[in-house]
Nanobody
């Protein structure tokens, strides 16, 4: 059973918005950081946004001011609100978490969700 399940991807016109959600099936309170990565065809996977357990965030320069990452501990969910989408945002988006358990780090990935912004 996957620990992370993404949803919300799809096709959206340039300038539009989408919200991706990641359902987390492990204890949220054991997580060091949570975030989103993306991988476009022929390119390496890259960090999009990350949020730490203390609330601090980091964003890729290309998405600053357009994307917002957030965590809902009550719903065990990590969201990525994307606006002003561009064709270059087209990629498979992956949810990622780092869990600390008894001094050991475990990293989990979701299966990915496709976002397509036609040019």
């Amino acid at each position: 059973q996957p620990q992370l399940v993404e949803s919300g991807g799809g096709l959206v016109q340039a300038g539009g918005a989408l919200r991706l959600s990641c359902a987390v099936r492990i204890s949220m309170h054991s997580l060091n950081h949570m975030g989103w990565y993306r991988q476009a065809p022929g390119q390496e996977r890259e960090l999009v946004a990350i949020i730490r357990s203390g609330g601090g965030t980091n964003y890729a320069d290309s998405v600053k001011g357009r994307f917002t990452v957030s965590v809902d501990y009550a719903k065990n969910r990590i969201d990525l609100q994307m606006s002003s989408l561009r064709p270059e945002d087209t990629a498979v988006y992956y949810c990622n978490v780092d869990q600390l358990v008894e001094g050991h780090n475990n990293e989990y990935w979701g299966q990915g969700t496709q976002v397509t912004v036609p040019s």
